[in-house]
């Protein structure tokens, strides 16, 4: 095929990115939103009024950069950086150590081990629904809840208790969870405000968030030390801690160093619960809004479950809600934008991407683009049943795509239809009237700015 004409990008002038940076930092998505609809749907711009960078929500320029032409877009130095904090696993990893370590860790999330994870999900989700059944019932039907909050919650100890299985004592898991939040919210301004460094610095801010990572080492350490002490003789938990202690690399026989053991354990909580709870909290909301959807959910439950609870087996059956989860991460992506960086000069239909380049796939974007999702801000869970067009690839990438895909997607995906099938089976739900409305607040995850209450009501 003969090489494509060369082609420049539109490019958002350095002044026009600077005059609009503090609204960019409050919230980018609807500047960005506007460059792309003004523009065209792949340009240049500069971050912060600083980093040159390209912004794309074209899916086929996406499939390039993570899947087709992988090997040339490693993450960039943003994406690593918060290996200082939270250690080298494998979100935060790169190249031939990347790659031999997602090997290992990746039969540890097959399906069949999901499977095996989802008494415990249940479990954890039962015990974080009982206590607002009681209250529910106490107060005359219904109780309110605080959507965001209840969700990080209950992902936090359904990933946590995935991990550890053992008890976690309630005060432990509050504070692993005070912790994380501590330090990515640091790292996260440290990122987007650059120019507080000097003062972060002489302020002993990044020493302080250094000791908080150490502090959570520690206490994730103490939990490896014991598993590692356990008498042999009883059995093993068949958690995601006992599939790292077992893991063994191909090449050598060896299994991980401690040290490694603890970075990718962090790794996993990280990961594994920020996502899932904002894309749980976006479909409260949602919900809230369509009692139709919420209808169709329960049709579905009386016709696949009657009366009992969900099974992994049962999953495939209840369709319908899993594309309520779809279409809420197609609406609020859980990550929203991701980075990487061109390693050599490369090009894609004529676009010249020099050597260095700064690429942000701008997963957002792509989900609400006209062209490929019809009236792209309706909630529609049918654009996944039989409603399901022929979209091209990479138009639905919650989990990013390519080698470097989200590990735990069917572990999100169960944990997910499972919380909204439990639900549902207990509680209607509506909106509280007299909030503000809920805005979007896109740090390294689209969350809401505010939490909002929802209202449980029990099913009679
Ligand atoms: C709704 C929930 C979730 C969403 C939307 C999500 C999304 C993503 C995305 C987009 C990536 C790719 C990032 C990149 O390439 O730069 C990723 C990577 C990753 N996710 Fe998830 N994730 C979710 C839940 C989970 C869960 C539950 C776990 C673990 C229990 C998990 C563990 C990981 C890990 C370890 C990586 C790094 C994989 C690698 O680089 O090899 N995620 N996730």
Redesign the pocket.
Known sequence: MPAAASRSLPVIPRATSLRNSLRLAANPIPVLNRYLDEHGDTLVMYLGGVRKTLLTRDPGLIQHV?QKNHRNYP?SPL?LGFARYLGH???TSEGGY?LQQ?RLIQPGFHRQRVAGLTELMSSVIEDGLRPLEEQAARQGGAVEVAAHELMTRLTFRI?AR?VFSSYLPEPELQRMAELLTAVQAFYVRSVRQPYLRPWFALAGRFRHHDQLAQELRQLLLGYIRQRQAADPATPAPDD?LQMLLDARYESSGEAMTETQVLDEAV??LV???E??AN?LAWMWLLLAQHPEVVSRVQAEINQVLGSRSPTFADLPRLSYALHVVQET?RLY???WI??RQAAAADEYQGIPIPKGTLISSY?YGVHHAAQLWPDPEVFRPERFGAEAGAQPPFAY????GGP??????Q??LT??QLLLLEVVRRFEVEWVEGQPPVELQPLITLRPRHDFRVRFRLRR
């Open positions: 993570l993450k994406s696993g494998l979100l990347w997602r990933v995935s995601l790794i996993l990961a594994g619960h996502t899932s894309a991460m992506p859980p990550v991701m980075d997963l990438v919650p989990f990013g470097r895909q989200c590990i735990g997607n572990f999100a944990e997910m």
